[in-house]
């Protein structure tokens, strides 16, 4: 009796770490496009595994230190756009512009 106690407060803990990640991730994604320029200057976005590609209407309003604080692993320019090494969250990042949108 006292397992299935324990059992059901430890699922009851994991629950809770992941609803906290989540809305954690829901911050994250709002300072990536704060950080972008806001949505209004985001013009196309995709993704590929780990990497975020976006075009940008003015990318020098951009604050990549920023976007590296939050957690990207490289940042790489190439005229309008920025790929951004972000890791396995990029497909949720895309959605979640395009949904702004």
């Known amino acids: 009796m006292e397992y299935i106690i324990i059992i059901v407060i430890l699922v009851i803990i994991a629950l809770a770490i992941v609803k906290a990640n989540k809305k ?23 993704y590929s595994f780990s990497r975020f590609k976006v075009t940008l209407k003015d990318i020098s309003i951009v604050d990549k230190d920023a976007i590296q604080r939050l957690g990207a692993k490289g940042i790489v320019e190439i005229d309008n756009q920025l790929k951004i090494i972000i890791g396995p969250g ?12």
């Not at 991730?25 to 995709?46: A, F, P, S």
């Not at 990029?90 to 949108?101: F, G």
């Open 24 to 46: 954690d991730i829901h911050i994250e994604m709002n300072k990536l496009v704060e950080y972008l320029g806001g949505k209004n200057n985001i013009m196309e976005c995709e």
């Open 90 to 101: 990029s497909k949720q990042i895309k959605k979640y512009i395009d949904e702004l949108k």
